[in-house]
């Protein structure tokens, strides 16, 4: 499933401060690959190269 700029997401990753957190999509980067790496900011940070497999659609 692929994210689009401003979805609320929540980001998977037990080696980053912001694991379980809900945040927004700011930017998406193609890799060279063709897949997508996204910048996800958060209320005190933002993470970036944030692959698809780390993220889930948060609830509206």
């Known amino acids: 499933m692929a994210f689009e700029e401003d979805d609320t997401v929540i980001l998977h990753d037990e080696h980053s401060e912001h694991d379980g957190e809900e945040g927004t999509i700011t930017q998406i980067v193609e ?30």
């Open 31 to 60: 890799t060279m690959f063709g897949d997508e790496n996204y910048t996800v900011s958060f209320e005190d940070g933002q993470v970036a190269g944030v692959p698809e497999d780390n993220l889930e659609l948060a609830e509206e």
